[in-house]
């Protein structure tokens, strides 16, 4: 599948990563090589085949409903770039 | 099938509602994380790293979360799928740590069910119910608190929701708002969700098209997090109202996601002319697939109880109650707890007066001073005492009522206000003979008419021996005697 | 004392328990080593006042006579651990400056068991890559050297090359890596180190900055076989915090280590010989098949008939997977923010995002968005999660006829620096005999078997059941005995 520059910037744009011009140009055929290599898998006879769900058979243990995180606000917020009156802040969005 | 229509240039139109409710778990903790649920606590109090998303965290499922939700799918009579799965749906946004969301979009944990609401006049209607599954809530934004930041508050980030997906059966505001209604009942019954839309533990995306009736359906759009029935019946409305006025002027419908502004009664879009959102919806490889065991669902089965239609059709049909009392009184799971507790009360009253006296008298008062019954300032236990005193002719009517507003101001139990004041009726028949020959002796002229003939009269005897006598003397007793004395 | 870095995990750990030094002392003796080995950038952050506060710790415990199994023995811990109060980049630019208020589940683990850390490795950033030339904090140097009388740089492997540079060099006597797609057996390969991936699930990715969710596993890297048991035996676990924890007791690798394999039966799988691979790769092969054969193994061909599809599958779902999990990297909560001025919440997104990570990470985002975007998701994400069901199916059936497979760990020996960055693909062919393995979560331990024509390490790889870490271990020891490979990189630095 040959990605064009429009898609390379549709795709930077779903995973919020700015991308130059230059960039753009470089990664429209890098791209493109790496799905045109992994292509390959759709010559696979997969009929009756489910997708793997679970890599080591194992069961999905379920927790108590019991509280047992306390306020940690200090921890939480520790490593914030901007932080003010105990929230996290952030560009004003509107909305 | 409901009449209800928009009425364009170019005629009717019918509406095509359909309801995605959003209801927060009743928890102790969240879906993945030990984190507390409680509401109004302070800012990013009640975060888990897991919620915050830091680095190397992952996700632990929450059992009870799983429970409330099956629970709520068999209250809908709805399928239960046994083995179920977590997607995540991939998203930015600042009250999203993760930057997904993990839901369940392949394989909910509930499937097709439906509800039963009651509608204008008696008739009722079955709105189909697709599927519920078990997601994360997001965060808060808020973006009054400074000129340059919104500010995030992650405290109900990772809180448990059950996403209640209606067909888009519904025809009408009214449908509508009756099918949130019977919905948020019965979450309270079960115990579920509380219901809370003002605080935000239910909120409802409605989805709305028009078309002309019996051709396709139209493009709909979706209205996001309404926070009342009252709104979410605005918002039908005004969505159907603006459609048809864009189409018949000549507009397509865009499928676009809309907030309403309730201060201006109206929706307004909120995706720009951008790409939709493109969820990459995929397995979320942190957690393995859900298999609930039978003990489990055999479990959460015991556990219902007995639901909002069930109980209305055993006060109508076991307990004699009228369907307009039973309606009443099953509405709310805390009514129909509080009649119950009426009617296991010592005394235990006659379920027909009780339910009488319950929907008018006690409801008369709790709605004039605004409050629910939850905060009645008279318990069933008092309410059952009252009754009782009714029925063994301790207190008339009227006195009742009197009793009963003591009760409501001082919150004394009914007995004691009796003795305390004296309020017994008196069905000694010498006094009331007595009082009786007073009245007539001081009515020489009415009782010449009443002799006459003017029969209406008697009522005014009644009522001089009731005064003289302080509203205290048996009703039954004064008419008797008053006829013999009348003659 | 120099002789101390000669030493490895169990060496020291029985030096210290016998009082032949004292745990300070080979605390000092590898900080030293460390510091000397800077050249080869192994470490991000050095953290020598951990290592000995550990070692005063374990003398004390000697002292009293509580000592724990790791007591006395200090370690290098690979940058996608969380370590509390630790510098924690994950090679990235995205987490420079980060101190994680946590620790992870394997390093507490390690800690618990008496052992200190040296400092944490560097790595290729995000785990993506395989020769660490990714990494935010420079590319780490091999301490190997062509015998052709140059010096050109090579390549440790990655992504955990720091960890694999820092055992080869002897700065430390064992490391944690991880392995995602070979993160922990090529580089083992390339400096003539071992090192085991565990079965999926046996230790606890809970505090591991994620990378692949489905792949991803912690492992040691050691000097030998009976170190890797020590280390990995302290390492893994239960953990009730990660839901795709085994909940299995942790076996007791070293004391039932045995190099007697007699009876085993030992697959090797034909597609495994592929074309262009240098001759010297198969000559090593056919080496070690005649040392296992020579152990008491019987030798069986094999067909895994999905194996030359297992490189693109896993750079299907790898980057899939990673691009969700690389989504938290925002510049709200914690590490790099960007905010360009006059900008929104989305500038600040797509800004954070651009300076924080590098080309590598990006490719694979991108890459994994695309795959699983509306419209590709059933002919890629879909397609692959079948194809890996039918290559673990390929590994089962195997095993219904063989109780180990032999294979090489990498198609060359190290590569010089620069050498593999012109094309993406050209770098993840180095992963296509470690991949399938970790597609299907069976543990595959790599271990040094020769040196090639220019005197570089070259390794072989034993794959077993889910669960048979032992199994692996055991072939691998007897692997070992017969190797003899006692060759060291010559100290260029």
């Keep these: 599948m040959s990605v064009d520059e429009a898609t390379v910037r549709h795709v930077a744009k779903l995973a919020r990563i700015a991308v130059s011009d230059a960039e753009v140009q470089k990664l429209a055929p890098e791209l493109s090589n790496i799905l045109g290599w992994v292509e390959q898998l759709g010559e696979v006879n997969v009929d009756g085949v489910a997708p793997m769900t679970a890599v080591i058979p194992n069961t999905l243990r379920l927790r108590d409903d019991v509280v047992t995180e306390p306020d940690r606000r200090d921890d939480i917020l520790a490593n914030a770039p901007v932080a003010e009156h105990g929230f996290f802040a952030v560009p004003k969005v509107i909305e | 099938m409901s009449d209800y229509r928009i009425q364009g240039a170019t005629g009717e139109w019918e509406v095509v509602i359909g309801l995605e409710v959003h209801a927060q778990v009743t928890s102790n903790a969240k879906l993945f994380s030990g984190a507390a649920t409680a509401f109004g606590a302070e800012p990013n109090t009640q975060v888990a790293l897991v919620d915050a998303a830091f680095p190397g965290m992952l996700p632990v499922p929450n059992e009870e979360c799983l429970r409330q939700a099956v629970r709520t799918g068999m209250a809908l009579n709805a399928q239960i799928n046994a083995w179920s799965r977590f997607d995540r749906k991939n998203y930015f946004y600042a009250d999203l740590p993760q930057g997904y969301q993990i839901s369940q979009l392949y394989h909910p944990i509930v499937g097709e069910g439906e509800i039963e609401v009651d509608l204008e006049g008696g008739a009722t209607k079955t709105i189909g119910v697709e599927r519920i599954h078990v997601e994360q809530d997001a965060g808060k934004l808020m973006h009054d608190q400074h000129p340059n930041y919104s500010y995030v508050d992650l405290n109900r980030t990772g809180v448990a929701l059950m996403e209640i997906v209606s067909r888009p059966d519904m025809r009408s505001p009214e449908e509508a708002g009756a099918y949130v209604r019977k919905l948020r009942a019965i979450l309270r019954y079960l115990g579920s969700c509380d219901g809370n839309m003002e605080q935000g533990s239910m909120r409802a995306d409605v989805n709305v098209s028009v078309r002309k009736p019996g051709a396709e359906f139209g493009t709909r759009t979706e209205t996001k997090n309404v926070n009342s029935v009252r709104f979410i019946m605005a918002v039908i409305e005004h969505e159907a109202r603006r459609q048809v006025d864009l189409i018949e002027d000549g507009g397509t419908i865009v499928q676009e996601t809309r907030l309403y502004d309730p201060d201006r009664n109206e929706t307004r879009s909120l995706r720009s002319k951008e790409d939709a959102h493109d969820y990459r919806y995929f397995p979320d490889p942190d957690l393995l697939p859900v298999e609930l065991s039978d003990a489990f669902l055999e479990e959460c089965r015991a556990s219902l109880p007995e639901l909002p239609d069930a109980k209305r059709a055993r006060y109508e049909n076991e307990l004699g109650l009228s369907a307009y009392n039973a309606s009443v009184l099953t509405a709310e799971v805390e009514t129909a707890r509080w009649f119950e507790a009426l009617l296991a009360s010592p005394g235990k009253p006659d379920a027909q007066r009780a339910s009488n006296w319950v929907t008018s008298e006690l409801f008369g008062a709790l709605n004039k001073v605004g409050k629910g019954i939850e905060d009645s300032p008279v318990t069933p236990a008092q309410g059952g005492e009252l009754l009782g005193l009714i029925a063994d002719g301790t207190l008339s009517g009227t006195l009742a009522k009197q009793v009963f507003e003591i009760m409501l101001e001082t919150g004394e139990g009914p007995a004691a206000i009796v003795e305390a004041r004296g309020l017994k009726q008196t069905s000694d028949i010498g006094a009331i003979e007595a009082v009786i020959a007073g009245v007539l002796a001081n009515n020489p002229n009415q009782l010449e008419q009443y002799r006459g003939g003017k029969e209406a009269l008697f009522g005014f005897f009644v009522g001089q021996t009731m005064k003289a006598m302080q509203g205290k003397a048996n009703p039954a007793v004064v008419n008797e005697l008053l006829k013999k004395a009348l003659g | ?493």
């Design chain 3, 1 to 493: 004392m120099s002789g101390i870095t000669d030493l490895g995990v169990a060496a020291i750990r029985d030096g210290v328990k016998a009082g032949t030094f004292s745990a300070r002392e080979a605390a000092v003796a590898y900080i030293g080593a460390m510091e000397a080995g800077r050249p080869l950038n192994a470490f991000v952050v050095e953290t020598p006042e951990h290592a000995l506060a550990a070692a005063d710790a374990a003398d004390a415990d000697r002292a009293a006579g509580n000592l724990k199994p790791l007591s006395g023995v200090p370690l290098g811990i690979k940058d996608l651990f969380c370590t509390a109060g630790v510098q924690t980049t994950a090679g990235s630019r995205m987490l420079e400056g980060y101190k994680p208020v946590y620790e992870s589940t394997v390093s507490a683990n390690l800690f618990a068991a008496g052992a200190g850390m040296l400092g944490k490795l560097n790595m290729d950033e995000f785990a993506m890559g395989s020769s660490n030339e990714t990494s935010a904090f420079g590319n780490v140097l091999s301490p190997w050297r062509r015998n052709d009388g140059g010096n050109v740089a090579l390549t440790p492997g990655g992504s955990s090359g720091g960890s694999a540079s820092a055992v080869a060099a002897r700065m430390a006597p064992g490391v944690t890596g991880t392995d995602t797609g070979g993160s922990i057996r090529q580089p083992a390969a390339f400096t003539g180190i071992t090192g085991i991936k565990p079965t999926y699930g046996r230790c606890s990715r809970w505090g591991v900055v994620a990378f692949a969710s489905s792949l991803d596993q912690a492992g040691p890297m050691a000097r030998d076989v009976k170190d890797c048991a020590v280390m990995l035996e302290a390492m893994a676990g239960f953990d009730a915090k990660d839901s795709t924890s085994l909940n299995l007791p942790v076996p007791t690798w070293e004391a039932a280590l045995s190099s007697d394999i007699r009876g085993k039966r030992v697959g090797i799988p034909k597609e495994y010989r592929i074309d262009g691979v240098p001759a010297e790769i198969d000559a090593v092969w056919e080496q070690g098949i005649a040392w296992l054969r020579d152990a008491g193994a019987e030798i069986v061909e094999v067909s895994l008939p999905h194996t030359k599809y297992a490189l693109p599958t896993y750079y299907i779902i790898a980057p899939a997977e990673a691009s969700s999990n690389l989504a938290r990297y925002d510049g709200v909560r914690y590490g790099l923010r960007v905010q360009p001025e006059q900008g929104g919440l989305n500038d600040m997104y797509e800004a954070t995002r651009a300076a924080g990570f590098g080309a590598e990470v990006k490719r694979r985002i991108m890459i994994g968005t695309y795959v699983l975007s509306a419209g590709f998701y059933d002919a890629y994400f879909n397609q692959a999660q079948k194809v890996r069901a039918l290559i673990a199916r390929d590994f089962d059936t195997a095993f219904e006829d063989v109780d180990l497979l032999l294979t090489p760990t990498a198609p060359s020996a190290a590569f010089g620096i620069g050498e593999k960055m012109a094309d993406p693909i050209a770098m993840y062919l180095n992963d296509v005999f470690a991949v399938p393995a970790s597609l299907a979560g069976l543990p595959a331990i790599s271990v040094p078997a020769g040196l090639d024509g220019q005197g570089l390490p070259l390794g072989l790889q034993i794959i077993g059941r889910a669960l048979d870490e032992q199994g692996v271990l055991n072939a691998a020891l007897a692997f070992e005995e017969r190797a003899g490979f006692n060759h060291r990189a010559e100290a260029w630095w």
